[in-house]
C-alpha cells in the first residue's frame, strides 16, 4: 500500500509539474500576442492620422483604449469564456466599421447562448479576426464583409470565421517579412492549450472560390473539444 502510494504521488507530482510547464508556455505566447495586437492597433491609428483624418483617429484610439484595458486587466489569464471573447471581438469590429465607414460590415452570431460558456484561449478568435482584416479586407476596395459563427458540437464547439476577402494568394504581395508567423504562433497557442487543460482545440484555413475559381475569400474553422 505504501509504495503504490509513493508511486501515485511521485505521478501526481510529475503530471503536476508538466502541467504547470505547459500553463507558462501558454502564458508566453498570450504575452506576445497583446503587443501584437497593440502595435497593429497603433498602426491604424497612425493611418488614419496621416491620411489627415484627426477626428477620426481620435474616436478610434478612445474605443482601442477600452480594448486595451480589457487586454491588461488580467495580464496572468491566458483563457476566458467564449462570451468574453466574442465581447472583445464585438468591440474591435465596431471600431474596425469606424475605420473602414460603409465599406465594411461584418456579423457575430451563436446558435446557442449557453455555447458561450466554453472555455477557449484568450484573444484566439481576435487574431484570426485581425488577419482577415489585414491580409484579406484591407485591400479589397468595396463590400468588406466578416462572419463569425459559432455553432455546437456533441462535445464542444466549432467557431467559423469567414472574410470576402482578396484571398491568401494576392496577400502574398503585401505580406511583410513576417509573413506566416501569426499562423505558427497560434498552433503553439492552440497546442500548449491543450497540454494545459486537457482540451482537443485546433484549426484549419481555406480558401474560397467562386464558380469560376476566382478567390472569394478565407475561411477559418476553429474546433475546440
Do not use: C
Not at 473602414?100 to 446557442?112: C, H, I, L
Not at 463590400?143 to 469567414?162: C, S
Not at 491543450?194 to 478565407?218: C, I, M, Q, W
Request: no cysteine; glycine share 6%; hydrophobic share 35%.
Amino acid at each position: 500500500y505504501l509504495w503504490v502510494s509513493f508511486q501515485n504521488k511521485l505521478v501526481s507530482r510529475r503530471f503536476e509539474k508538466d502541467r504547470l510547464i505547459s500553463q507558462l508556455q501558454l502564458q508566453s505566447i498570450k504575452n506576445q500576442l497583446d503587443p501584437h495586437f497593440t502595435y497593429n492597433a497603433l498602426n491604424a491609428v497612425g493611418s488614419l492620422i496621416y491620411k489627415g483624418e484627426k477626428d477620426l483617429a481620435y474616436q478610434y484610439l478612445r474605443g482601442l483604449t477600452d480594448l486595451l484595458r480589457m487586454v491588461s486587466s488580467d495580464a496572468s489569464q491566458v483563457t476566458w469564456t467564449l462570451g468574453e471573447e466574442l465581447e472583445f471581438v464585438n468591440r474591435y469590429l465596431e471600431i474596425e466599421k469606424l475605420r473602414f465607414k460603409e465599406k465594411f460590415d461584418y456579423s457575430v452570431k451563436v446558435d446557442e447562448d449557453e455555447l458561450k460558456e466554453n472555455e477557449v484561449p484568450k484573444m484566439s478568435v481576435l487574431t484570426f479576426v485581425e488577419n482577415a482584416i489585414k491580409h484579406g479586407l484591407r485591400h479589397k476596395d468595396y463590400n468588406r464583409q466578416l462572419e463569425v459563427q459559432v455553432t455546437g458540437l456533441n462535445t464542444g464547439i466549432r467557431i467559423f470565421i469567414r472574410d470576402n476577402g482578396i484571398g491568401r494568394a494576392a496577400a502574398e504581395k503585401y505580406r511583410d517579412h513576417n509573413a506566416g508567423q501569426g499562423i505558427r504562433m497560434m498552433k503553439q497557442y492552440f497546442r500548449q492549450f491543450n497540454e494545459a487543460t486537457g482540451r482537443k482545440a485546433h484549426f484549419r484555413v481555406k480558401d474560397l472560390f467562386e464558380y469560376d475559381l476566382k478567390p472569394s475569400g478565407t475561411l477559418v474553422e476553429i474546433t475546440i473539444l
